[in-house]
């Protein structure tokens, strides 16, 4: 059992009844949301991020679904395509999705040039931040207007050592990065925890990545052990809960009422 409260940042549901889009002939297997709930029965979690995959595309009946499910301590993180309405945007928001993804790694998302007008569309609307599933060393080639959003966040450490640099420079400027994903990532994710913490305290979430999708190792549950352990006993509830539900569930100031 796992002492602390968690707020997973970053989870997948994987559910067959809604669409599935082969990505370079990979299609994942079965992870409800009945399944992710039993895994997760022993960690504390009180709420967590669904994350739209690229084998997902721009479905959004199998996310909406899987929030109705989970509850209100869930949110989504969806890929959009750039000609989304802003009616839809609204009605995404008032559902529970609080972040657009783009997959600049596996694809699945609006193209590059398309993707910041879209986060910055949404983060106007609605507040929404950006999500960039990304090889951190690619952070340089990206548009600034894409890099320097009002509010962005990058997967799973940004994945290389080589990429971290580039990394610590977007945590700097208010970017957040989520510790997840650590079967997927080439760096020492101990060091890589201190340099973020180093920079913006704030700015680590934790989460499970379940259920670990083309990870060359699943998440475990000493992956939380290690965050807490490195982290340390000030900043472990900030990071494993306090940071992501800040994030996520935003305190939001209702529009004035007309008189």
């Given at each position: ?7 997973d ?5 994987v559910?067959?009844r809604f669409p599935l889009?082969?990505d370079h002939g ?6 409800t949301?009945?399944d992710?709930l039993?895994r997760?029965a ?9 994350v739209?995959?690229?084998?997902q595309?721009f479905d959004?009946t199998?996310?909406?679904d ?5 509850g ?11 000609t989304v309405?802003?009616h839809?945007i609204?009605?995404?928001?008032a559902a529970?999705v ?5 997959n ?6 609006a193209?590059i040039?398309q993707s910041?007008?879209l986060?910055?569309r949404?983060?106007d609307?609605v ?6 599933y990304?090889?951190?060393?690619d952070l ?7 890099t320097?959003l ?6 799973h450490l940004?994945?290389?050592r080589e990429g971290?640099p580039?990394l610590l420079?977007?945590v700097e400027r208010g970017a957040?990065v989520?510790?997840?994903g ?6 020492d ?7 973020v913490?180093?920079v913006a305290?704030?700015?680590?979430l934790?989460g499970t990545?379940l259920?670990s999708t083309?990870?060359?190792?699943p ?5 939380l052990?290690l ?7 000030d900043?472990a ?5 306090d940071?992501?539900?800040a994030?996520?569930?935003?305190r ?8």
């Amino acid at each position: 059992m796992f002492d602390r409260p968690m707020f997973d940042a970053h989870l997948h549901i994987v559910d067959p009844r809604f669409p599935l889009v082969a990505d370079h002939g990979y299609l994942p297997p079965t992870f409800t949301v009945a399944d992710y709930l039993a895994r997760v029965a022993s960690l504390g979690v009180t709420g967590g991020a669904v994350v739209s995959g690229s084998f997902q595309g721009f479905d959004r009946t199998y996310l909406l679904d899987a929030l109705r499910r989970l509850g209100a301590g869930f949110v989504g993180v969806l890929q959009l395509p750039a000609t989304v309405a802003d009616h839809t945007i609204r009605e995404l928001d008032a559902a529970g999705v609080r972040a657009v993804r783009f997959n600049i790694r596996r694809g699945g998302s609006a193209r590059i040039e398309q993707s910041a007008r879209l986060a910055h569309r949404v983060y106007d609307l609605v507040g929404w931040h950006a999500e960039l599933y990304i090889d951190a060393r690619d952070l340089p080639d990206l548009p600034p207007a894409l890099t320097a959003l009002p509010k962005l966040s990058i997967d799973h450490l940004g994945l290389s050592r080589e990429g971290l640099p580039h990394l610590l420079r977007l945590v700097e400027r208010g970017a957040y990065v989520k510790a997840t994903g650590f079967g997927r990532v080439d760096l020492d994710v101990p060091a890589a925890l201190r340099a973020v913490l180093a920079v913006a305290p704030h700015a680590l979430l934790a989460g499970t990545d379940l259920p670990s999708t083309r990870a060359a190792r699943p998440f475990r549950d000493t992956d939380l052990d290690l965050i807490a352990e490195t982290v340390g006993p000030d900043l472990a509830d900030a990071v494993l809960h306090d940071n992501a539900q800040a994030l996520y569930h935003p305190r939001r100031i209702a529009a004035p009422t007309p008189d």
